[in-house]
């Protein structure tokens, strides 16, 4: 198990309407992050990620 502290972590904006939280793993496979997305993101047209690993789970509205 790794143990990542709320002060440890970092926060950056994505956009206007997505507010990011990571919290350090130290693991190249793996991070952990919060994202507050109020509105549309991407803004305009989509995002993809080509290849990647990873889990979502949506705390409060949906997911599409």
Same mark, same amino acid.
């Given at each position: ?11 950056? /904006? ?6 990011? =939280?990571?919290?350090? @793993?130290?693991?190249?496979?793996? #991070? ?5 997305? /109020? ?6 047209? =989509?995002?993809?990620? @080509?290849?990647?690993?990873?889990? #979502? ?8």
């Amino acid at each position: 198990m790794k143990i990542s502290l709320k002060h440890q972590t970092t926060e950056h /904006s994505n956009a206007a309407s997505c507010k990011v =939280r990571e919290y350090p @793993l130290n693991d190249p496979m793996i #991070d952990c992050a919060i994202a507050n997305i /109020s509105g549309r993101y991407p803004e305009t047209r =989509r995002l993809v990620n @080509l290849e990647c690993n990873e889990l #979502d789970y949506v705390f409060l509205g949906e997911g599409k």
